[in-house]
């Protein structure tokens, strides 16, 4: 008798095969002595829509709404069948006794697995693979000590709850809007609180009024010291700022205060996944989306990081004795920062990171113990492995230890302040910081009723600035803070919300567009209330901890669809598209809008009924612009077809054109077609493309 081993995508399949020894390949799975493994390609089932339950819902109509089956049912992906049908014959084998659920050991994973074993009609046994990297090592540990996938049923109804209230109030809300007002009007439980976010720095940001002041430096000796009025350095009068400049002019400061105080600061403890996206963002500028890709390869093809959606910061008590093996396999990779670690046998200092309470589903990000070849990683996958790592080896390292020195010194009456930081141990700055950390630092001599003479006095004005837009790293530190979504979902949500155009990024920064900042204005005042997401969040986390009721949740949420669709419905809220254009169009005479479609520049019939397309201008190629990046046009002209930067102006013709792909290339297209979306099943997400045209 033989086990059904589900995975959740093919590239884990075949590794999970290989460590069981499964060598006869098929097309949809991959079968050993013990062992038949296949896999799922994402979600294979999802959540019925409209017109599954009522063909009269393929039309979206105000008086249809709010739609709210009885029971809510699950349909097998159309795209996906084959793969399903293929799991189900597997499954009514003979020789299978049991199936093993080997899906991503989070909520979405739980989810996936389920709903295919539901739909098969499964009524064998089923376990449970729970592991946190996918090593060698790993795999063999987790078969060896499987668990009774009754254990995880409470997860499974936090995931059906969070499928099924996304579905009704995502759905009805943005039928309700994109119906009334005759635009693609996308809303939902999450997306529409981080908008609403973005909107009210934007308003802080309108409503600023900058402030003139100044500020009057000097240089005491070696010190740097300005000007401080009972803790105030800003002067906000000009002709007293001048005053005061010319007043100071060839004073001497006695100090007459010296306050020195030891610190000791604490190794950072390791990566959650919302910390890592942040810090990626502020020091390489990238996406949320792009980090949590670039650590799925770590994790999956590379093997060389621990499970990715976590978040907790922390390792458990059984963890302790595996953490010489992990050191052990940077040892080459790491020479210089893992030298002082071996040799004290890899004791950790920080202890605090010991802590079970802290783990949730899976503890923090940590390097596993496969030993790491650094030539074979992209530099993107480099950059974010050397984060994981240098984090991970801080824990090895004693405190940071220094003293501040603060002081204050007075020119004929006229007080000047300044402080400095002297280092005492480089303690675990050492990881990220070697050429500073071998710098010896001599300490402060500065002491009350010493004098200097006040030198290279500057008055200098400044403007008070306003609060900066967020950038992704600042969204995401709002999102986790109100619990918004979970560290798995936050990225799908940021970039759901660009290609809404409801935001767009420019330079590194968030900024509502006026599509996004008309529907926060039509949107229903609770929906973009983060404090109503954030609650249903910490009901559904209570859910998969047994400590929550479903029922009780999912009854909530009708009722909220319900009131929520409503409230739109008797709005008197008006609305115009900002991206209408004067063009009419020629099949029924209403005003096309521009959007950008995948290909290009596109006009759509305002009309939602009408359909009518037309492209403006040239049509985008896959060819991306060498400076810039962007993809560039493609343009017919007298020497035949060539392309050209709309942004750089720079050309280049079409016989120059690669032929083959480079391996990031290759990496890239497998992402594209092998993501799945972790809010709304494969038809909602097309149901709303649809709506939307080519936005």
């Not at 612009?625 to 392309?643: A, L, N």
Request: aromatic share 8%; with cysteine; proline share 4%.
């Amino acid at each position: 008798m033989k086990s059904l081993v589900l995975a959740e995508k093919p590239s884990v399949g075949r590794e999970l095969a290989r460590v069981l020894g499964c060598k006869d390949n098929k097309k949809r799975y991959i079968e050993g002595p013990k062992y038949i493994v296949t896999w799922a390609l994402g979600h294979l089932i999802e959540l019925k829509m409209p017109e599954d339950y009522d063909p009269k819902y393929k039309e979206w109509r105000m008086e249809d709404l709010p739609i709210i089956p009885d029971k809510m049912q699950t349909k097998i992906i159309r795209q996906t069948f084959q793969q399903y049908k293929a799991i189900e014959q597997l499954g009514k084998r003979n020789d299978i006794k049991d199936c093993i659920i080997a899906t991503d050991a989070g909520r979405e994973g739980e989810l996936v697995a389920r709903w295919i074993l539901e739909k098969m009609r499964w009524k064998k046994p089923v376990k449970r693979l729970w592991i946190s990297s996918q090593t060698d090592k790993a795999i063999k540990s987790g078969f060896n000590r499987l668990k009774p996938a009754k254990e995880y049923d409470h997860l499974y109804h936090s995931a059906v709850c969070r499928s099924e209230a996304d579905w009704l109030i995502g759905l009805n809300v943005s039928r309700a809007l994109t119906v009334k007002y005759n635009d693609p009007l996308s809303a939902g439980r999450v997306q529409t609180p981080t908008l609403a976010m973005v909107l009210e720095r934007e308003k802080e940001i309108q409503s600023f009024v900058p402030k003139k002041y100044w500020t009057i430096e000097a240089q005491a000796g070696k010190l740097e010291v300005t000007y401080d009025h009972q803790g105030e350095k800003r002067i906000f009068d000009e002709q007293k700022a001048k005053d005061l400049y010319q007043s100071l002019g060839g004073q001497t400061a006695v100090v007459t205060e010296v306050v020195r105080k030891e610190k000791t600061e604490q190794q950072p403890l390791p990566y959650d996944l919302t910390e890592l996206q942040r810090d990626a963002n502020h020091r390489f500028g990238f996406t949320a989306k792009k980090t949590l890709n670039v650590l799925q390869d770590l994790y999956e093809r590379h093997k060389l990081v621990t499970y990715p959606r976590t978040d907790s910061k922390y390792l458990t008590k059984d963890m302790e004795n595996t953490m010489y093996e992990r050191l052990v396999a940077l040892k080459d990779a790491y020479k210089q920062e893992i030298q002082p670690v071996l040799a004290k046998k890899g004791k950790i200092l920080a202890k605090r990171v010991i802590n079970d309470a802290k783990v949730t589903d899976h503890h923090a990000i940590i390097p596993t113990d496969e030993r790491p070849v650094l030539s074979d990683l992209s530099s993107d996958e480099r950059k974010i492995y050397d984060m994981i790592v240098k984090r991970f080896l801080a824990l090895f390292y004693p405190v940071y230890e220094y003293e501040t020195v603060k002081f204050k010194l007075d020119a004929g009456g006229k007080m000047f302040t300044g402080k400095t930081t002297v280092r005492k141990n480089a303690g675990y700055t050492a990881v990220f910081h070697h050429e500073a950390a071998r710098e010896n630092t001599a300490p402060l001599s500065i002491k009350e009723g010493k004098t200097f003479k006040l030198e290279q006095l500057r008055l200098s004005s400044h403007l008070t600035e306003a609060p900066k837009r967020y950038s992704e790293a600042d969204i995401l530190s709002k999102m986790e803070k109100f619990g918004l979504g979970t560290p798995a979902t936050r990225a799908d949500i940021i970039e759901r919300l660009v290609s809404s155009e409801t935001i767009s990024r420019e330079n590194g920064r968030l900024v509502p567009t006026p599509k996004g900042k008309q529907l926060i204005d039509l949107v229903n005042d609770e929906l973009k209330s983060p404090e109503l997401t954030a609650k249903w969040e910490k009901q559904l986390e209570a859910i998969a901890r047994g400590k929550g009721n479903p029922k009780q949740f999912l009854d909530t949420i009708r009722k909220e669809t319900v009131r929520l669709v409503r409230e739109i419905q008797t709005s008197d809220k008006k609305y115009r598209a900002h991206n209408l254009t004067g063009t009419k169009c020629p099949e029924c005479g209403s005003l096309m809008k521009e959007v950008n479609g995948q290909n290009g520049k596109m006009l759509v019939c305002s009309n939602r009924e009408c359909r009518f397309t037309k492209r403006k201008g040239p049509k985008l190629s896959n060819r991306r612009c060498p400076t810039c990046h962007k993809r560039m046009e493609i343009h017919h002209g007298k020497s035949g077809v060539y392309f050209q930067c709309r942004t750089c102006n720079i050309a280049q013709k079409a016989d120059e054109k690669k032929t083959t792909l480079s391996k990031h290339e290759e990496r890239k297209l497998l992402q594209k077609y092998a993501k799945k979306d972790d809010t709304f099943g494969n038809s909602l997400a097309e149901a709303f493309k649809a709506a939307m045209k080519s936005e």
